[in-house]
């Protein structure tokens, strides 16, 4: 435990080209990137998906499909297929971005057309009712309802790229995972546990931001207190109608 | 191919290894996740500390908690020990907020009648309100199992010999074949898994197959 401790407050790790500074920019930028273009690809599918219903079986298979497949497997085997094609730095940076790419895919877009999905019918037939086209049932009903389970889908692919971000680091990308893959290597337990406990602080803090996102852009007439009062009552309700009965 | 073929008896060894990493702290999971379940819905201010604090422990990457294990447990790294306490830990955060869901599920009148009827509390929780939840419990046991199978292959990174080591292997000796083998196994064993898991919960919920409400 000191070892660690020591570890993590020597200064000379903090510096350089190697330092943890630097090591957790790759690990944001890697992240990051993938994350993005997930999203880019994702949300909007997503949300096609639920609005109109094309593609739901689909959607569905591939994206629990996916989930069972182990991502050190996968990253392994994209590095030696796509590698070789690819020189230098890019033959195990392009293949490792495209996996975190496809391990981010699967809860993005089931968060968002689940999202969609579960939207209250009876909302979606009075927007109708009121004259709204279907983009505008769309984006002015279906998206902010959809928001909280848009949100944990990126927040689940968020923690998935930055957990397979670390994995990359066998493959001699950089990244905090380097501290945990370097210290296995020459047998250095500080090296590697201060790693893994740099990687869960900065997994901790995805989370949280996830957490601070799904706050803001959530609208207060889908988490509120209307929301809850109505369940309440809906509760209230039925305990009434158990008791009369 | 051929590699597949020759090496049966080392893939066979690996699946059998991977099965009891997964599945041990499935059981041991769902144990402990129960009790804290039930806690969390019984008590009303105890639901948001203990969903969000089991919850928290799945954000964890797996590689660092694995890591992190011999710290906690004084193991040595090489110990399996660390592998089947990480994946409970696992388990333990994605099933606890389903038990307490599924509980929360249960119909008010139906709690009314059973204590209607003169059930304790005790015998309440495991003849009525235990197996109605069958069905959300076993779709959070679903999604920790799947989740578990695919996991327990970085294990291979701490030298925890199972699935994940045909990855490694692969990847040191620039072989493409073991990898293959090794992705197919940990597919089929997490569709076995679930197959178990679904046919279980069918035969714990008669009542849902008559076409009777529950």
């Known amino acids: ?245 | 191919m051929t590699w597949i073929l020759d090496h049966l008896d080392d893939i066979g060894y690996y699946t059998l290894q991977h099965a009891w990493l997964a599945a041990l702290p499935l059981l041991l999971g769902l144990l402990l996740a129960t009790p804290l379940g039930w806690a969390a819905r019984r008590y009303r201010g105890l639901y948001t500390p203990v969903v969000a604090g089991t919850g928290l422990l799945y954000t964890i990457p797996s590689l660092a908690l694995f890591i992190l294990m011999p710290l906690i447990l004084g193991t040595q790294i090489l110990d399996p020990v660390n592998v089947v306490v990480a994946m409970t830990i696992y388990t333990v955060a994605l099933l606890t907020r389903t038990v307490a869901d599924g509980l929360g599920a249960v119909p008010d009148s139906v709690i009314a009648s059973a204590t209607a009827m003169g059930l304790g509390p005790v015998r309440r929780l495991f003849t009525v309100e235990l197996p109605l939840a069958v069905p959300v419990i076993a779709a959070g046991l679903r999604v920790a199992a799947v989740s578990n199978v695919s996991i327990v292959s970085v294990a291979a990174l701490i030298g925890v010999p199972q699935l994940g080591s045909l990855f490694t292997d692969g990847f040191y000796r620039d072989f493409l074949d073991p990898i293959v083998a090794g992705l197919v196994a940990c597919v089929v064993l997490a569709l076995l898994f679930d197959l178990v898991i679904v046919v279980l919960a069918r035969l714990l919920t008669p009542w849902l197959r008559t076409g009777g409400a529950p």
Do not use: C
Not at chain 1, 1 to 20: F, P, Q
Not at chain 1, 128 to 154: C, F, H, K, T
């Open chain 1, 1 to 245: 435990m000191n070892d660690v401790l020591k570890w993590l407050t020597d200064g000379a790790h903090w510096r350089g080209g190697e330092g943890i500074p630097l090591r957790l920019g790759e690990h944001l930028l890697y992240s990051g990137l993938a994350l993005l273009v997930a999203a880019v690809l994702a949300v909007p599918l997503g949300l096609w998906v639920g609005h109109t219903g094309r593609g739901r079986y689909l959607a569905v298979n591939v994206s629990g499909g996916l989930r069972a497949v182990p991502s050190l497997g996968l990253l392994f085997a994209a590095i030696m297929l796509l590698g070789p094609r690819l020189s230098g730095e890019a033959g195990v940076f392009i293949p490792s971005e495209l996996v975190l790419v496809v391990l981010a895919v699967p809860p993005i877009l089931a968060g968002a057309y689940a999202g969609v999905e579960q939207v209250d019918a009876a909302a979606r037939d009075a927007a109708r009712g009121m004259g709204m086209r279907g983009w505008q049932v769309l984006w002015q009903v279906e998206v902010p309802n959809a928001m909280p389970l848009v949100i944990s889908g990126l927040r689940s692919a968020a923690l998935q790229v930055v957990a397979t971000a670390t994995l990359a680091a066998t493959v001699g990308l950089g990244g905090l995972g380097r501290f945990l893959i370097d210290g296995l290597s020459v047998r250095d337990y500080a090296q590697m546990a201060g790693g893994a406990v740099l990687v869960a602080a900065l997994a901790l803090l995805v989370d949280l931001l996830g957490a601070t996102l799904q706050r803001l852009v959530v609208s207060p007439g889908v988490t509120g207190q209307t929301g809850r009062s109505t369940a309440r009552t809906r509760r209230g309700g039925r305990l009434r109608l158990a008791l009369r009965s």
